[in-house]
Every structure is written in structure tokens, then in C-alpha cells.
């Protein structure tokens, strides 16, 4: 009999309802993580480990960085990934979940508002409940309606600082921001944008660069998780060099947290550099994102995005999950993703065109989802 029953009568509830989680093994051809670039496993960063290892790189850091776990391999990726991203300045933290938390959290003023697209991840959500600012959601990459919410609060005597906050390519619906027509709005507005690059950095913009990279004129804030396609883990927050003091001075997830392994500094300094140095394995990654989206429309009748995320709608929690198992038992690892991750009744296979991949192995996963569902 367990001590906790009301958590016990929760996980229950889950169950019924087809939607508790468990943690299980890596298997089978990977449809599911976010190596876009195959990075994570590479000799590239087996490497470039060894090599930081032998000049003397520790594995941790002893406590947080403003007392004496800062090290020489954090200011070093900092000042390679200002110059990199073309930003005034950039901050490491342990993760992208942390760097949003600690952005939303620390910078909106009270009297401000945070304009967020609807679909925005959780970690900002769970960033703005610490913020001080009001914050309004618009309708999901639709820019007229968040014109239209800034221009309501504007009426009702709004006067503070406007922050748009969106993703440029969201993770469960592989669809892109409309980050002109949002970035418009930010200039007429003075406005800062902050744009989560998690899932386009390393693989969009120039050499990688993200695609809020193109837009100049505005005040910009941009999160590059290094946990996806450079294939380590932290995050680099990229933006003006009073932003970035502004965070070390005032944010909780970063005064108050251990440094990260100075060896993942090293190492995402090493896939910066495969970046820039070897581009064939960008255009690897885009030619295998035109593969699957032309397999996937021609084998299964569906139209994703042009981005290497596809969501396959299922509807049904349950039914999610045995098709994703029926998946998983013929050697393709695609999981099923679940209310409340998506809207409820939107339950669905998140196809993911991971690095490791190949085009013969992309076509059999369509065409094995496409008998199942026949």
C-alpha cells in the first residue's frame, strides 16, 4: 500500500486516460530524438572530448559561477558564440528549459507585457509565472492577431515595454514562426523579440545560425539550445551585452545553479566549429528533410512543413500509443506524443529526421506507416 494515495489515484487516472509516461530505452532506428545532425554520437565529439581532456578540461565545475565554477572554457564558447550568432554578447547555462526560465523570469518589468505566441514551450510558461509583467497569449503564428492583442492592451492604458516571445520552428507541429512579419511588429513598437532557435539552430540560417539570424533593426533576444542539433546539452542565450549582465546579476536559474561540465563547453565549441567548417553536414540534413517530406506526402497522404519535424494526427491518446508501439516493434523508435504536451483530442506520432538516418531507412518507416494505418 503506498504512503502518497492521492498520487497514487492520480497516476491511475493518467492510465485510464492513456497518458502516463515512462522512461524507456533508445531502440531501433531513431525517428524520435533531436540529433538532427547525428552529432551525439560522432567521432567528431569523441574527439574533440579526448582533446579537452588532454589540455586539462574538468568534468565539473564545482559550484555555481559566480563563485568558483566559472572556467576558461565557458568565456571562451561565450565569446566564439557572440561572434558566431552576431550578437553583443552570450551566456551558457546548463539548458534550454533553464535559459527560458531564467529569461522570462528576470527581464520583462513590471508594467511591461509579454506577447507570446500560444504554442510556446512550457519553460517559458513556467518562466512567465515568476515574471512580473502581464503576459497575453495570440493565436499561433498568426501575426495580425498579435497586433491585435498589443493594440487592445495599448487601449486599455497598457504603457510598458511590449516582448514578443516565440519559437522559430515548434517542436510537436515542425511548422516555422512568421518571424518577418513578427519582427515588423516589434520595430513599429520598440519591442523586443525573443525568438527559441532550439530546434533551427545548427540547422537553418547561415552556417547554422538560426533563423532569427536575418533579422536586423530589432532589439533581439535569442535562446540556441546545444542539446539538439550541435549534440551536447546546455544553451547559449545570444543579445545585447546589458541583457546578458542583466541575467548574470538578477537571474535565479543561473546565480543559484552549479555550472554546467566545462567539458560541454568544449564540446559545443567543437560542433560550433563543425558548423562553420563542414558544411556537408548541414546540406546532409536538408536533403534528408526533402526525402522524408516528399515520402511522406507520396506514402502517406500527408503535408508537413518543410522542416524536420513531421507530425502524424492520430486523435486518440490510446491509439497513439499502439501505433507508435506496433512502430517501435518493427524497428522504427517513433513515439507518441500526448495531451497536455499537444491540445487535448490532438494526440499524435512525432516524426523526427534525425542525423543517424538514411534515405532507404526513411522510406521504410513511411511505407510501414502507411500499411499499418491502411
Known amino acids: 500500500m503506498s504512503r502518497f494515495p492521492a498520487h497514487q489515484a492520480q497516476l491511475a487516472a493518467l492510465e485510464a486516460r492513456g497518458r502516463t509516461r515512462a522512461l524507456s530505452p533508445a531502440q531501433g532506428l531513431d ?11 560522432s567521432e567528431l565529439l569523441r574527439d574533440a572530448a579526448h582533446q579537452a581532456l588532454a589540455r586539462g578540461v574538468p568534468l565539473g565545475a564545482g559550484g555555481s559561477r559566480l563563485l568558483r565554477g566559472n572556467h576558461p572554457e565557458f568565456e571562451a564558447l561565450e565569446t566564439e558564440a557572440a561572434a558566431f550568432f552576431a550578437s553583443g554578447a552570450a551566456l551558457f547555462m546548463g539548458g534550454g528549459f533553464q535559459g527560458n526560465l531564467a529569461l522570462f523570469a528576470s527581464l520583462p518589468r513590471a508594467g511591461d507585457l509579454v506577447l507570446h505566441d500560444a504554442l ?17 497569449p495570440f493565436r499561433h503564428n498568426d501575426a495580425a492577431d498579435a497586433r491585435a492583442v498589443l493594440q487592445g492592451w495599448r487601449r486599455a492604458g497598457g504603457t510598458g515595454r511590449i516582448w514578443i516571445a516565440v519559437e522559430s520552428l515548434y517542436s510537436m507541429d515542425g511548422d516555422f514562426a ?39 533593426d530589432v532589439a533581439l533576444i535569442a535562446l540556441h539550445t546545444c542539446g539538439k542539433a550541435l549534440g ?18 538578477r537571474a535565479r536559474p543561473f546565480i543559484y545553479a552549479t555550472a554546467p561540465s566545462p567539458l560541454n563547453a568544449a564540446l559545443v565549441r567543437a560542433s560550433l566549429a563543425a558548423l562553420q567548417e563542414r558544411p556537408a553536414l548541414i546540406a546532409r540534413a536538408g536533403a534528408l528533410r526533402a526525402h522524408a517530406a516528399k515520402e511522406a506526402r507520396d506514402l502517406c497522404g500527408l503535408d508537413p512543413a518543410p522542416s524536420q519535424i513531421i507530425p502524424l494526427p492520430v486523435g486518440d491518446d490510446h491509439e497513439a500509443l499502439t501505433l507508435a508501439a506496433h512502430l517501435q516493434a518493427a ?11 499537444v491540445p487535448k483530442g490532438t494526440a499524435r506520432l512525432r516524426i523526427s529526421i534525425t542525423g543517424s538516418l538514411d534515405p ?3 522510406t521504410a518507416a513511411f511505407r510501414t506507416i502507411a500499411a499499418t494505418r491502411s
Open 120 to 136: 510556446i514551450h512550457a519553460s517559458a510558461h513556467d518562466g512567465l509565472r515568476h515574471s512580473r509583467a502581464e503576459h497575453r
Open 31 to 41: 525517428f524520435a530524438s533531436n540529433d538532427y545532425l547525428g552529432l551525439a554520437g
Open 360 to 362: 532507404a531507412a526513411i
Open 331 to 341: 524497428g522504427f523508435d517513433i513515439r507518441a506524443i500526448r495531451p497536455p504536451t
Open 178 to 216: 512568421p518571424l518577418d512579419a513578427l519582427a515588423d511588429l516589434a520595430r513599429e513598437n520598440d519591442a523586443v523579440l525573443v525568438v527559441d532557435e532550439a530546434h533551427a539552430t545548427g540547422l537553418y540560417g547561415h552556417q547554422g545560425r538560426g533563423l532569427s539570424h536575418a533579422i536586423d
Open 232 to 249: 551536447v546539452s546546455g544553451a547559449l542565450i545570444t543579445a545585447d551585452k546589458v541583457v546578458i549582465d542583466c541575467l548574470i546579476n
